[in-house]
């Protein structure tokens, strides 16, 4: 986020709607980027200190909780990037990553209600670790596609941080211009994510 803001100082800003959804939305890749990375350094501390019939329970429930808020704030980045008028990251159903890791979120925010409703099967958490990634009563994500949409957010943000180089990296608007429009940053973003994948 500092780069952000020395960015908008000698560079360029966003204006109006687009300058608070750009800060949000770095807010939100720095709290996703910092529980992801705890979380795996816990879960490897879990995996380190536990034995077949021993294991680091204490370790096992601190990586929950830490992979229980990069869920969340993956879910809220979803959430802010589309209202910026952003494209929808995934079709409700869909069984791609972004919907997974979105309603692996959902059941951990709403898992208070599926208790008292007796829709829990018997599982005492939301959401459980395995060999393979995460699970929930009806979903699972792998620790490579989790990792996979980590990497995009972190595009998404290296791409917000600086207003001017987005607009100079667009195919879609002039170099020097600078986006005053929600919409307008949106066509940005795609365009620098479709040079960016080029690279």
Request: glycine residues 4%; hydrophobic residues 40%.
């Amino acid at each position: 986020m500092g780069n952000h803001f020395l960015n908008n100082l000698f560079r360029g800003s966003f204006v109006g709607d687009g300058r608070q959804f750009a800060i949000n939305l770095l807010f939100r890749a720095q709290a996703h980027f910092a529980q992801y990375h705890q979380a795996r350094d816990t879960t490897l501390e879990y995996l380190s200190k536990s034995g077949l019939h021993s294991p680091a329970l204490k370790s096992y429930f601190r990586a929950i909780v830490q992979w229980e808020t990069c869920f969340l704030s993956y879910q809220v980045f979803v959430d802010i990037l589309v209202k910026m008028d952003g494209p929808n990251i995934f079709q409700q159903k869909d069984g791609s990553a972004e919907q997974r890791a979105y309603d692996i979120a959902n059941a951990i925010k709403h898992w208070a209600g599926l208790i008292d409703s007796k829709r829990h099967d018997n599982e005492t958490l939301p959401m459980w670790l395995s060999n393979d990634g995460f699970h929930t009563r009806k979903l699972s994500l792998t620790y490579e596609e989790l990792s996979a949409l980590t990497n995009d957010i972190a595009k998404i943000a290296n791409a917000i941080q600086d207003p001017q180089s987005l607009v100079a990296s667009s195919a879609t608007v002039q170099a020097a211009a600078v986006p005053n429009d929600v919409s307008d940053v949106i066509q940005d973003m795609k365009a620098l994510d479709q040079w960016l994948d080029k690279k």
